[in-house]
């Protein structure tokens, strides 16, 4: 079966909009979610240009630095996570190990 980009794109918003407030996750975690583990750096892009519904404030990466930073000018990732409650301390999430949201344990099928 030839690769659906367009289609992956939907299912990273669509796992995305599943974590919940006050919670993060990993590109990582929702490329392996998706079966998808080598297309990190595509999740990565897809939370660069997603729909405003998409929490893409919630995903780091995999050590819970917030890399995404940059691409919500300023200091908008961090203000966003700090009003959910989570800490940020020179760009990474304290407690990240924590909060962390893993879509293949967390996720309700």
């Known amino acids: 079966m030839e690769f659906d980009k367009e289609q992956f794109i939907k299912d990273i918003h669509a796992i995305t909009r599943l974590i919940p407030a006050g919670r993060v996750s990993s590109y990582g975690a929702i490329a ?6 080598r297309r ?6 897809a939370m660069n240009n997603c729909p ?19 691409a919500f000018g300023g200091n908008l990732m961090v203000e ?17 190990k924590t909060l962390y949201w893993d879509p293949l344990r967390d996720m309700d099928c």
């Open 32 to 37: 392996t979610a998706l079966e998808q583990k």
């Open 40 to 45: 990190v750096r595509m999740v990565g892009w």
């Open 52 to 70: 405003e519904d998409v929490p893409a404030h919630r995903v780091l990466n995999r050590n819970g630095v917030l890399t995404g930073r940059a």
């Open 80 to 96: 966003l996570l700090r009003a959910e409650g989570i800490e940020v301390k020179d760009n990474k999430v304290v407690d990240f």
